[in-house]
């Protein structure tokens, strides 16, 4: 089989609060150095270099988070950005890119990430991708499903068609919603069910096809959008265009329908990074267990994660001192501290809740 | 007996690590809200204007502190600062003053008093202090023992000659030195020990006599200061005499010699304010028990003492939150960060130890 001509699309328009006061509506997740020292929409873009190459990197993101983005992209082409002028979920935004693509080569493969998740056996991955990335290439839209530790109700699943053990492709059967704990463990134990971690594969002509079958109004305003774009007028459709898109996401819009996708199963230490608690899983501990900056000060302290994400001063010209403590999240932002035993990082949205109450929406 | 022309000195040269990040060399306890929202030493300035007035009330304090010292009392009278050009102990500031003010009336009468303390019942202060001066007037140097309500070891005693119970005024015996906890025990269950609140009250002639006995050489050197000061140049006398006068403090040097002394036994709810943990016992608590600042966010959080002083931003400008913590101390300044369990408060100087060993003179 030939080669194909690989690009790839990081979806980074995401918010949330569930890191705050790390992440905040204009500096959402993807942004933040959350695992490591880099953000993590940089150690997705290097995760894929290798594949695709700055020339066919795109990355998607909203109005309010383009020179951020940029900002910690400094190598991203402006051409590859593609600017959503309002959040219409990831249906249009994928559509948008592989129409893009399709003007100059419709065989081409796109590959969708998210922007913020966290991957720990690179090589493993980048194998993964290109085997997705192959099989999209011959004509079947493939998925990426992780090969569950543990019976995880926070995520989607993808039943595949059949045993998953030994296969590099499965037939998927269907996406299976977040499940409740009992079915989660029948999933694990079953050995035919991986967790969705939101990775497309497409030869970008396929894709328009799908999104024409199934979403018939999307293919049109996308058409239009590509007419004027033919005619050197984008921005402006974009601007007028986009925001009258129906706002669907790709699993329901697309996937969902398919009578057939494939998914590669992966096994490369993927997390979604989706609480303090897998950012300090996920982080490197000391000899104490704490995962903290090099500056921080830390006695007689253990298994404790320290985020200082004060920008605006050298990391040297502040302590954060944490003495005979244990398990505790200590986030220090340039405008908030928020002090919460790791345990309980899940709620720190009843604090944005509490804040917007008290009409703090400066804070959320 | 006539009422007596009063005279107030507070001591503010002292620094300390035990509030670190709070207090530093260059901001020490005295500058800081340890208790309530005023510095502790506006607090013990108001404490006694009733008495004295601003033109009566002196202050002795560091030539590093003199700027903020003046910042945080703007009705200090420049003329009642006595800016010591070096830290000499508690003995030649004291004679300084008293020569100051004996230059135009020996007989009046000087209270001296710590600026770092905090007293719970102002009332019963203001009579324990009026009772000493008035008896300081009739020519006993006087102090004010604090009547002990705990076996305390971290404080000096004074032992009394007979009983105090029933008494206004005692027969002082001697200071006694930081027990430990059995002779306490003892001090307390026998009654007639009281805490040394490190407050004198004299003539200003008779402390001018009684360093003249005691320590001579600390009377040359303030009798040639004064003389400089009789001709207008007390300013270039100070700076070069004062840093070669005897580093002695008054409880030594003079109080230990006298062979007689009163005490008046005062019960006002005094503390030095002398930990976090004792910030926090005496700090307003919310219902859950913590002592915050109004802009924290406090959620399922007990018992904690929440510092907000950083001094470059508006409070409204930054938000600390808490969420799930019990008991633990959160000092947050402009260049630091404190985490530490309230019953582990006291090991701080543990924190500025560590960071004097990596370098970091300046968070000291």
Known sequence: MKRPILHALILAGGAGTRFWPASRSLRPKQLLPLVGADPLILQTARRVLSLVGWDHLHVATGKHLAAQTAAVLPELQSRNTLVEPAARNTAPCIGWAAARIARTDPDAVLMVLPSDHHVRDEPAFVQAIERAATNAASGTITTIGITPTHPETGYGYIEVDGEIAGQEVCRAKCFVEKPNRTKAEEFVAGGKHL????????????????????LPALATGLDAIDAAARAGEEDGAIERIFPTLPSVSIDHGVMDHLSEFAVVPGDFGWSDVGSFQSAYELGDKDEQGNVAPGHAVLMDARRNLVMDLRTETAPSGRVIALLGVEDLVVVETADALLVVPRGRAQDVKDVVSALKARGDGRFA
């Open 195 to 214: 967790w969705n971690a939101g990775m497309f594969f497409f030869r970008v002509g396929d894709m328009q096809a799908a999104i024409r079958r199934h």
